[in-house]
């Protein structure tokens, strides 16, 4: 039924083109290396939302598939002349697939790449099978490496279990507390914690900093107005968030929270680099364990195959997905928004939010985000205590 | 939209974008450490490289 809706009707690429716009090459490349988790999180968008392929695919991607893959991005890497990408090893959780695999995996898609191409692999993980072992391993491949944690031990041990149901705090703070150690620090690309508004938003954050992480990223949970999130009534998760905002913002250092960084740049008028919130084009594409490519993997949580693209590495290359509607529509900036976020006031900050926020099977991803009034009390949080500091700091 | 009136965004926002075109970045650079200079700092940088296509990252994985 969707496919009848925006972007898959309603958006003309010919005038587009027309009116001088040009598709941005993808620089950011997925690869669903394993398709199976060890935890059982409560809001994850692979398994427990409307998309449930996971079933049907390889649970870890075959060589073959890989080197296929590989072949693509270096073919996309050619034809762009593109000086970097950035290859993340997904999931599910891909230290399933263990160390030696993973860093063999960073190896292949350096030897992939042309000399004029650098690169940074990186695995984002639930950091439980990741110990001293393993870091020495991925190490020797120079692999980056996120951890995904949900604060404090009472919050992630309730929205982060194994499948047995025992919490997985300890074990991801085993592994946090490694990453931070001098040995291993620069492997460290930062942690990701999922927004739960009950919780304690200070007690989340002192726990994210005490990580030692570098960079923070605060993602809401994956919702549509299909199925919207739960508490989101009052504005609950834009409170929730600017409560950190205010708290990192008045403590001097160097921790970036990306999100809140973005927003304070777009607000300024630059262009941010979060999939959250602004117009940036989107230049990832995924490629799933069976060789599949497919769109961001967060679609999921609107429909079932709403990630879908039709395209395989075995027969297409990465510039037929630059044709496909999904990913076009998230590379047209302003133009891809509904009529309502184009006339609101924060919209250059804010951006419609999240694709997937915007989806409604009436009307496809042509709406608000589900978490609109949330991402306008924040924006307009931030927006007055940048332009109170900006206006006492330029005073004459 | 039903979806829409739900999130309340019929308010009247009144105010745009900060405007920092004319305003002297430089001391606000100053600020040591703060958010808001590192802010400013990529701002910087964005206007000296005009070229510089920034894209949106992958929401579930950290670059």
Same mark, same amino acid.
């Given at each position: 039924?969707?496919?009848?809706?925006?972007?898959?009707?309603?958006?003309?690429?010919?005038?587009?083109?027309?009116?001088?716009?040009?598709?941005?090459?993808?620089?950011?490349?997925?690869?669903?290396?394993?398709?199976?988790?060890?935890?059982? !999180?409560?809001? !994850?968008?692979?398994?427990?939302?409307?998309?449930?392929?996971?079933?049907?695919?390889?649970?870890?991607?075959?060589?073959?598939?890989?080197?296929?893959?590989?072949?693509?991005?270096?073919?996309?890497?050619?034809?762009?002349?593109?000086?970097?990408?950035?290859?993340?090893?997904?999931?599910?959780?891909?230290?399933?697939? @263990?160390?030696?695999?993973?860093?063999?995996?960073?190896?292949?898609?350096?030897?992939?790449?042309?000399?004029?191409?650098?690169?940074?692999?990186?695995? #984002?993980?639930?950091?439980?099978?990741?110990?001293?072992?393993?870091?020495?391993?991925?190490?020797?491949?120079?692999?980056?490496?996120?951890?995904?944690?949900?604060?404090?031990?009472?919050?992630?041990?309730?929205?982060?279990?194994?499948?047995?149901?025992?919490?997985?705090?300890?074990?991801?703070?085993?592994?946090?507390?490694?990453?931070?150690?001098?040995?291993?620090?620069?492997?460290?690309?930062?942690?990701? !914690?999922?927004?739960?508004?009950?919780?304690d938003p200070l007690s989340c954050y002192d726990a994210l900093r005490a990580?030692?992480?570098t960079?923070i990223?605060l993602?809401?949970?994956?919702?549509?107005?299909?199925?919207?999130?739960? @508490?989101?009534?009052?504005?609950?998760? @834009?409170q929730w968030l600017a409560r950190i905002f205010d708290a990192w913002y008045e403590q001097p250092g160097d921790v970036r929270v990306r999100l809140l960084d973005?927003i304070i740049l777009?607000i300024?008028?630059?262009?941010?680099?979060?999939?959250?919130?602004?117009?940036?084009?989107?230049?990832?594409?995924?490629?799933?364990?069976?060789?599949?490519?497919?769109?961001?993997?967060?679609?999921?949580?609107?429909?079932?195959?709403?990630?879908?693209? @039709?395209?395989?590495?075995?027969?297409?290359?990465?510039?037929?997905?630059?044709?496909?509607?999904?990913?076009?529509?998230? #590379?047209?900036?302003?133009?891809?928004?509904?009529? #309502? !976020?184009?006339?609101?006031?924060?919209?250059?900050?804010?951006?419609?939010?999240?694709?997937?926020?915007?989806?409604?099977?009436?009307?496809?991803?042509?709406?608000?985000?589900?978490?609109?009034?949330?991402?306008?009390?924040l924006i307009t949080h931030i927006k007055a205590r940048v332009t109170a500091d900006l206006d006492a700091a330029?005073?004459? | 939209?039903?979806?829409?009136?739900?999130?309340?965004?019929?308010?009247?926002?009144?105010?745009?974008?900060?405007?920092?075109?004319?305003?002297?970045?430089?001391?606000v650079?100053h600020a040591d450490g703060s958010a808001l200079r590192h802010a400013l700092?990529?701002?910087?940088?964005?206007?000296?490289?005009?070229?510089?296509?920034?894209?949106?990252?992958?929401?579930?994985?950290?670059?």
């Open positions: 039924m969707s496919e009848f809706r925006w972007p898959y009707v309603g958006l003309n690429r010919d005038r587009l083109e027309a009116d001088g716009w040009r598709a941005t090459p993808f620089s950011q490349f997925v690869l669903k290396v394993a398709q199976r988790c060890n935890l059982a !999180c409560q809001y !994850c968008f692979v398994y427990t939302k409307a998309d449930q392929s996971w079933r049907t695919r390889p649970p870890h991607m075959p060589e073959p598939v890989l080197r296929t893959a590989l072949d693509r991005i270096a073919e996309h890497v050619e034809t762009h002349a593109l000086e970097h990408v950035t290859v993340i090893l997904h999931g599910g959780e891909p230290m399933l697939l @263990g160390a030696h695999r993973l860093r063999d995996i960073a190896r292949a898609v350096r030897a992939a790449l042309p000399a004029s191409c650098t690169s940074t692999v990186s695995v #984002q993980t639930n950091g439980v099978l990741l110990d001293e072992a393993a870091l020495d391993v991925l190490s020797t491949a120079g692999v980056r490496i996120g951890v995904s944690v949900d604060g404090d031990e009472q919050t992630h041990n309730g929205r982060r279990p194994f499948h047995h149901g025992g919490g997985s705090h300890a074990a991801t703070t085993r592994a946090l507390r490694l990453l931070a150690e001098p040995k291993y620090r620069a492997m460290f690309a930062g942690v990701l !914690c999922t927004v739960d508004p009950k919780s990580t030692g992480a960079t990223d993602l809401l949970p994956h919702a549509t107005w299909d199925d919207p999130p739960a @508490g989101r009534a009052g504005a609950a998760f @834009g973005d777009q300024l008028g630059g262009a941010g680099s979060s999939e959250q919130v602004g117009v940036s084009p989107v230049a990832v594409v995924v490629v799933e364990s069976d060789g599949a490519i497919e769109q961001v993997d967060s679609l999921k949580a609107a429909y079932s195959g709403a990630a879908d693209t @039709g395209l395989h590495v075995d027969h297409d290359p990465f510039d037929a997905a630059l044709r496909h509607p999904g990913v076009l529509a998230r #590379q047209i900036g302003l133009r891809a928004l509904s009529r #309502q !976020c184009r006339s609101c006031a924060v919209v250059d900050a804010c951006g419609g939010g999240h694709y997937v926020h915007r989806y409604s099977a009436d009307a496809g991803f042509a709406n608000p985000s589900v978490y609109c009034e949330d991402l306008l009390h330029t005073a004459p | 939209m039903e979806a829409a009136q739900a999130a309340g965004q019929d308010t009247v926002i009144e105010s745009d974008l900060v405007d920092v075109a004319s305003m002297p970045l430089e001391e650079l700092e990529r701002l910087a940088q964005q206007r000296r490289d005009p070229t510089l296509v920034v894209v949106a990252s992958h929401g579930n994985a950290l670059p």
